[in-house]
């Protein structure tokens, strides 16, 4: 028995997708409610860039088809780097500035970019409307590559996964009940 158990959880473990190096996973499930939550895996590289200018973090091919620029203020946001002192509270596309296919996340007014080997590349977790982009959202599975702002240091990959809101499985479990009921009302006539 505990046999059983412990090998369940080791390809539970092993099929969760939380590879060393992936620092975000990304819920696509309703565009108008897309979510991006650190993971707290380490950084690939060390990168450290602060100044007055908002420097963007890029998510390489995010995009299934090419976009034009748009921008997406985070409704709610916990999510920042390592060591800054700001959230990421903007996620755009801007085409001269990593390509029609990259998502770009930036924090507002002054930046600082920090990301270590060391420590979790990023924490908290914010959630942004990409509705106007949602038929160019990648599919439950997909991943890419996260660039510093330098667009050339690698500092982890993203996973997108679209895990259902738990409202859908309240209403999967109610069909589920109503199928059921009804079954046996049938089977007992």
């Known amino acids: 028995m505990h046999k059983t158990l412990l090998g369940v959880l080791a390809l539970l473990c092993v099929g969760s997708g939380l590879a060393h190096g992936q620092v975000l996973l990304v819920n696509t499930a309703d565009p108008s409610a897309v979510t991006f939550t650190g993971t707290g895996s380490f950084a690939s590289a060390d990168y450290a860039v602060t100044g007055t200018t908002a420097f963007p973090i890029r998510l390489a091919s995010f995009f299934t088809t090419d976009q034009t620029n ?3 203020l985070a409704s ?4 920042m780097t390592t060591g800054a ?13 990593g390509g029609p296919t990259t998502l770009l996340l930036r924090q507002d007014g ?3 970019e920090l990301f270590s080997t060391g420590s979790a590349a990023f924490t908290g977790s914010a959630t942004y409307d990409l509705s106007s982009v949602a038929s160019a959202l990648p599919g ?3 991943s890419g590559n996260i660039y510093a702002a330098d667009n050339t240091t ?12 738990p409202a859908t499985y309240g209403v999967a479990a109610g069909l ?3 199928g059921f009921v009804a079954l046996r009302k049938r089977s007992r006539s």
């Open 70 to 72: 748009f921008d997406s």
């Open 76 to 79: 709610s946001t916990t999510l």
């Open 85 to 97: 002192g700001h959230t990421l509270g903007r996620a755009f596309l801007r085409v001269g500035a």
């Open 110 to 112: 002054n930046s600082q």
């Open 140 to 142: 439950s599975g997909a």
């Open 154 to 165: 690698l500092i982890g990959t993203y996973l997108i996964t679209a895990i259902p809101e």
């Open 176 to 178: 589920f009940c109503l």
